[in-house]
């Protein structure tokens, strides 16, 4: 079974600089999706950015990219140019490619980021 | 507007009354899906569907049930609740073509039962 591991509990930022969120992940599949979803106070699961594991290039999203690297099977997300909005929890997910199984998301347990002013 | 909503938002209840909360999707998806949220514990995965009256246990479905009669609507039903199923319940949908089955989740239900 696959396992998706954020250690970090909680993170913090001042505005405007750049926070780096950590994600590792256990499986023995090939190919796989990762994603990153954000979770706001109004609880809204929010899908950040994904990244298919048979790309080499790391998926970027305006201020939101990823750090890739599949040998290590570690997933971070980057946050440029931190902003307040950006506050909330974090979650790194997991999801099997295959079309004929259950296409469940497996949840690291999340990180909560704070921004300071 | 495509979207997955999930009824009522929130609710509370006391041990062993049975309730329903309901999910439905706009878009025609094949796939839907239950988890529960929990502090320190991430979302798993309750019980999912893979269309029309296929149905399947997720990690967690201990205290749970499921029925697919329609594609659209995705009921969770707790036949008699405890307070160990108090928390944050999402439903979410996914077509099963597309490249990533970006899967599209409900607003939440926070459940509480005493």
């Known amino acids: 079974a696959q396992t998706v591991t954020q250690s970090q509990p909680e993170m913090s930022v001042q505005e405007a600089e750049t926070v780096t969120l950590s994600c590792t992940y256990d499986?023995?599949?090939?190919?796989?999706?990762l994603f990153w979803y954000k979770q706001p106070p109004s609880r809204q699961m929010i899908l950040v950015i994904r990244?298919?594991?048979?790309?080499?290039q790391n998926a970027t999203e305006n201020r939101f990219s990823v750090n890739f690297q599949k040998a290590a099977k570690s997933f971070s997300l980057k946050i440029s140019d931190s902003q307040l909005g950006d506050a909330a929890m974090y979650f790194c997910?997991?999801?099997?490619?295959?079309?004929?199984?259950?296409?469940?998301?497996?949840f690291g347990k999340g990180i909560t980021l704070s921004v300071r002013p | 507007e495509a979207q997955v909503t999930q009824n009522p938002r929130y609710l509370i209840t006391v041990t062993g009354k049975k309730l329903t909360v309901t999910c439905s999707q706009n878009?025609?998806?094949?796939?839907m899906s239950w988890y529960r949220q929990d502090p320190g514990l991430g979302l798993r995965q309750i019980y999912y569907s893979m269309n029309v009256e296929v149905t399947d246990k997720g990690d967690v479905p201990e205290g749970y049930k499921v029925s697919r009669k329609e594609k659209r609507n995705f009921p969770l039903i707790l036949e008699s609740p405890s307070p160990n199923q108090t928390s944050l319940y999402f439903c979410?949908?996914?077509?099963?073509?597309?490249?990533?089955?970006?899967?599209?989740f409900g607003p939440g239900t926070r459940l509480t039962v005493t």
């Open positions: 499986t023995s599949e090939s190919d796989y999706y």
């Open positions: 990244q298919e594991a048979y790309k080499q």
């Open positions: 878009m025609n998806h094949e796939y």
């Open positions: 997910a997991y999801r099997s490619p295959y079309t004929g199984a259950n296409s469940k998301l497996t």
């Open positions: 979410a949908s996914s077509s099963r073509t597309g490249v990533s089955y970006e899967q599209y």
